[in-house]
């Protein structure tokens, strides 16, 4: 099981949750469509030994999830076929991630941060160099920086340090070049999406219920 979280944004309603490190590969539901990449020794890199072929329409909470109701908005052509957007429908889609919802404290999980929700986190952390969604309705066009141009950094400002880490994450967004955005302490990157070699990870993101406690221990770690 997956102890250890962090807060990784609170609004006016709820509060998400993302785990503190990626997961490792027991902890990949098994119908995510993903297997585990174990390239050069890191074992928490994900990657789609096929292109699954639901796309976003697919999912079949796409208009009762809440974390996709507020931070899923942009993409409105949730019908797009093309390979990235194939991928995300797996890392949206809240029946596959539910092995991490906690029922007593948790309503819904998803496989990793939407875009939106992203920028969300970031935006509170970092308002003096505040990111920006460009959409054009089927994909993500870029995360805009302005002190920076079209660079974003990790936010959790880590580097990798071994086996199990908080870089090299996937947003759960289709991207604009077929692929999804990875986040690292480097400018913006994309992963691939079905290459045995890939070393990016997950790190799903819980909604908490509305009567949810959490208790803050060591690191910002929270139980």
Same mark, same amino acid.
Do not use: H
């Given at each position: 099981?997956?102890?250890?979280?962090?807060?990784?944004?609170?609004?006016?309603?709820?509060?998400?949750?993302?785990?503190?490190?990626?997961?490792?590969?027991?902890?990949?539901?098994? @119908?995510?469509?993903?297997? !585990? #990449?174990?390239?050069?020794?890191?074992?928490? $890199?994900? %990657?789609?030994? =096929?292109?699954?072929?639901?796309?976003?329409?697919?999912?079949?909470?796409?208009?009762?999830?809440?974390?996709?109701?507020?931070?899923?908005?942009?993409?409105?052509?949730?019908?797009?076929?093309?390979?990235?957007?194939?991928?995300?429908?797996?890392?949206?889609?809240?029946?596959?991630?539910?092995?991490?919802?906690?029922?007593?404290?948790?309503?819904?999980?998803?496989?990793?941060?939407?875009?939106?929700?992203?920028?969300?986190?970031? @935006?509170?952390?970092?308002? !003096? #160099?505040?990111?920006?969604?460009?959409?054009? $309705?089927? %994909?993500?066009? =870029?995360?805009?920086?302005?002190?920076?141009?079209?660079?974003?950094?990790?936010?959790?400002?880590?580097?990798?340090?071994?086996?199990?880490?908080?870089?090299?994450?996937?947003?759960?967004?289709?991207?604009?070049?077929?692929?999804?955005?990875?986040?690292?302490?480097?400018?913006?990157?994309?992963?691939?999406?079905?290459?045995?070699?890939?070393?990016?990870?997950?790190?799903?993101?819980?909604?908490?219920?509305?009567?949810?406690?959490?208790?803050?221990?060591?690191?910002?770690?929270?139980?």
């Amino acid at each position: 099981d997956v102890t250890d979280w962090k807060i990784f944004y609170a609004d006016e309603d709820y509060v998400y949750i993302i785990t503190s490190k990626c997961i490792l590969p027991q902890n990949l539901p098994p @119908n995510s469509g993903m297997q !585990s #990449s174990n390239s050069s020794g890191i074992n928490t $890199g994900f %990657y789609f030994p =096929s292109i699954p072929a639901t796309t976003i329409s697919n999912i079949s909470k796409i208009n009762s999830s809440i974390i996709l109701q507020k931070y899923f908005t942009l993409i409105t052509n949730k019908n797009n076929t093309d390979n990235s957007s194939k991928c995300a429908s797996k890392l949206l889609d809240p029946d596959i991630w539910n092995l991490f919802v906690n029922d007593i404290i948790a309503e819904e999980a998803i496989g990793g941060p939407t875009a939106e929700l992203f920028m969300a986190s970031w @935006n509170e952390k970092y308002p !003096s #160099s505040r990111l920006n969604v460009v959409c054009n $309705g089927s %994909y993500v066009t =870029s995360l805009q920086n302005p002190s920076n141009g079209n660079t974003i950094y990790n936010a959790d400002n880590c580097y990798y340090t071994g086996v199990q880490t908080e870089r090299f994450y996937t947003i759960a967004t289709p991207y604009n070049n077929g692929s999804l955005i990875r986040i690292d302490n480097e400018p913006l990157c994309t992963r691939s999406l079905n290459s045995n070699s890939d070393q990016t990870g997950l790190r799903p993101v819980v909604r908490l219920k509305r009567t949810a406690t959490l208790v803050k221990s060591l690191g910002d770690v929270w139980t």
